[in-house]
């Protein structure tokens, strides 16, 4: 595959300084492993991951997108779906939606070893934990991501060491490496499709089964009009399995508002009810994201409790771009639960983009992420443009030659998306390395070439992949 002529200028403006920051935390990868690589090691938000003080959290438009975004408000009805609705390219995050799903392994090592918690009161008390480390990553002010493209896709890759483990209340904690098969560390890989576009829905599934869990899901995003503010409502849920313990924690996530569309200043709430829920053990996190009050009060503030039926165990309140505090209720102690400044953030890992399939995310969108951080608005419509009017001829070609599309990594088995190729079986130090190829997350086996998406340290093993 020849490399795309672009490629260098946008790793260089999206990954500039990076790769350094990545070695230095990346928690066990050293620099001859990264050199030997082909893949691309990226701090999590690279340019969209800032400190959550004011002046860096807001933005205040210019006269002229300010005139043109409501110029194209003042067509609208309140309550009009807006993901049919073409936004100007100023207020784009220069993202997927696929990848936005990544912002939730940034601190993906606090679920390390919490399987091995015996306590089904402390295991729901870490996942909650790790719930509440992937909201403070955004962009400043209000930016959307891309729609996905039907078929689209986005994979990835997290590689936790053994000085990662954030999860100070585990007794043991599981290891291996980059691939996960042995002592120093666990990887945990991703793999997301879109397989809707109006509506638009994608699935997401996750694996480290090194460290027992396997996470899927099915997120069905809804943007409305209200009128000053504009709303995404973020339905489905993900599912996050201990494989150990039989468990399924069943979560859900709060609803986005960009506030001063049309005067002040732009920013991004989040608010709403969620929850944890683990029907096996009872116990459930509640969640409640608090929307700033007109006098007074702060942004960005949550409360919630942990319990089981009418019990409650803990109480939590804080900032999540900050710092919350969590109170045993039985003890009567309050210690810190969430403390931004206080985590490491750990690497992901992606292809670079000559080595991505030309429906991936990154590669897909690559001119009009080039254009955008040129700042460059008048290019990125014209290439958004152009991805969504072939996006349209397809659907007419399908239609035409009656042709259903089919997701390729994930089916329909009842009512639920599933990942065709999920392993939920229990990790034995014994089984071959596990990869991610083609989409496809397998044992390594002897006769296959060597991934460049995996180790390049790892020797194959014989195994074939899971049916």
Known sequence: MDPLPCINNIDKMRDESTLSNSITNSGGMNENKIKKSGDKIEQQQQQDAIPSTDDQTTEVLEEEPRNLLISLLSELKIGVDLSKVPLPTFILEPRSLLEKFTDFMIHGDLLCGVSKLQDPLDRIHQITKWY???????????????????????????????????????????SSNGNGNNNEGTTAFLVAEQISHHPPVSCVYISNRKDGYTMSGIINPRSKFLGTSMAVIVDGSITLTLHEHQEEYVITFPTAYARGILFGTLLTEICGSTSITCKNTQYKTELDFKSKPFFGGEYNVVTGKIKKKSETFYQFSGKWDDRIDITNTKKKTTETFWDVSAQKRTPRIVRALQDQVENESQRLWQKVTQAIIKKDQKEATVE??????????????RKEQNIDWEPKYFKKVGDQWVYKYSNTSLYSPSEPIEIEENGIIQFKNSSSSSSSFSSPSSSPNGANSPK
Do not use: A
């Open 132 to 174: 509440l480390s992937g909201f403070y990553f955004r962009p400043k002010g209000v930016k959307k991501p891309y729609n996905p493209i039907l078929g689209e896709i986005f994979r990835s890759r997290w590689d936790f060491g053994t000085n990662s483990n954030n999860n100070s209340s585990s007794s043991s904690s599981s």
């Open 384 to 397: 958004k443009n152009r991805l969504e009017d072939e996006q349209r001829k397809s659907v007419r070609q």
